[in-house]
Nanobody, 129 residues
C-alpha cells in the first residue's frame, strides 16, 4: 500500500511556471513507476508525464513536451513536475500516480491510468490568459 499526498498548484498567468510535488509513502518507493495525469472540466483524465522506477527514463504527452519536466527523488520519496510556459489549456486538476513497475510491459502502458494503483488527492492548476 502507498499513500500519495500532493502539494503545489494554484493560479498563474499564461507564460508562468509552477511546480507540483507529490510525497509517496510506503516501503517500495523505488519499485514504482510514477506518473502525472490531469483532468480538465468536462474532459476525461489524460496522461501528462511519467518517470521510470529508477528515474532513468521519462516520457511526456505531446501537449507538454518541452515545457514540463518530471523528476523523482528516491531518497525523499518524492515526485515532481516542473511546469513552464504554462498555457490556459493546461488548466486542470492534476494527479500524481504510482504503479508497480512489473505492471508496465509496453510503452503504451505508461499512458493508461488503469495501470496505476495509487493516486494523489488532486490539485487545481489554473492558468489565466
Amino acid at each position: 500500500q502507498a499513500q500519495l499526498v500532493q502539494s503545489g498548484g494554484g493560479l498563474v498567468q499564461a507564460g508562468g511556471s509552477l511546480r507540483l510535488s507529490c510525497s509517496v509513502s510506503g516501503r517500495t518507493f523505488s519499485s514504482y513507476v510514477l506518473g502525472w495525469f490531469r483532468q480538465a472540466p468536462g474532459k476525461e483524465r489524460e496522461f501528462v508525464a511519467v518517470i521510470s522506477s529508477n528515474g532513468g527514463s521519462t516520457n511526456y504527452a505531446d501537449s507538454v513536451k518541452g515545457r514540463f519536466t518530471i523528476s523523482r527523488d528516491n531518497v525523499k520519496n518524492m515526485v515532481y513536475v516542473q511546469m513552464n510556459s504554462l498555457e490556459p489549456e493546461d488548466t486542470a486538476v492534476y494527479y500524481c500516480a504510482a504503479g508497480e513497475r512489473t505492471k508496465f510491459r509496453f510503452v503504451f502502458d505508461y499512458y493508461s491510468d488503469r495501470k496505476y494503483d495509487y493516486w494523489g488527492q488532486g490539485t487545481q492548476v489554473t492558468v489565466s490568459s
